[in-house]
């Protein structure tokens, strides 16, 4: 018997149009979709397809149009707990260490210090930042500072974990490792991940589900399911004949 899963998020015909004085620009059009618990779906798209928009729409930060957006199976409209972000951008505060960075969720819910560092201690070690706790960003790499970027989001224990394309600035090399490190850390904690990216290749490598959406404005053009078992093989001949499936429905700007 099948098991039935639990839908974490539910978008229902989402479009976001923004006005100006006498134009309007549409830039999500009647986007539903479903993300389940535990699960690591990814949003594929070519860049300014509204991918962030869209995301942004999720977490409560920016109005909708029109459509629905359910977490927990609750109406949500406004910035919900249940969610943490990582951006795609470094966001550490350069003036704080990695744990005073990874703490500030945690400060903001009133956890006590001895708790809170405890906590964080946890995650860093999971990221493995284990030793630069006292260290501030500029001392960091790119990649480090992603990684801690990754241990503030899960240091709050949301729910759902949304990742606006995390390792599009790290070149090639850190980024195969920060896909491969995220995918651990995925595998022991089990949270729902909803993935931003713009790269065929990573989408397949750490998918269980690919969304992929249209050039601007962005729409649901299909959906794949990825049942590959990982740690994926890049070289895999079915990794690449997915690669080749979705890469012929993607718009050419992608």
Known sequence: MEQIKTKKVEVRNLSKIF???NSSFEVVKDVSFDVYDGEFLVLLGPGRCGKTVLLNMLIGTETRTSGEIHINGAESGKPSPAMSMVFQKKAL???KTVMENVELGLKFQKIEKEQRRKICQKYIDLVGLHGFE???PHELSGGMQQRAGIARAYAVSPDILIMDEPFGALDAQTRYQMEEEL????EKERKTIIFVTNNIEEAVYLADRIILLSSC???VKAVFPIELPK???LFDPE???IREQIET???LSL
């Open 19 to 21: 006005f100006q004085k």
């Open 93 to 95: 505060l350069p003036f």
């Open 134 to 136: 006292n260290s501030y």
């Open 183 to 186: 995918l651990q850390i995925w």
């Open 217 to 219: 404005p962005a729409h």
């Open 231 to 233: 740690p994926r093989d």
């Open 239 to 241: 990794f690449l004949r």
């Open 249 to 251: 429905q993607t718009d």
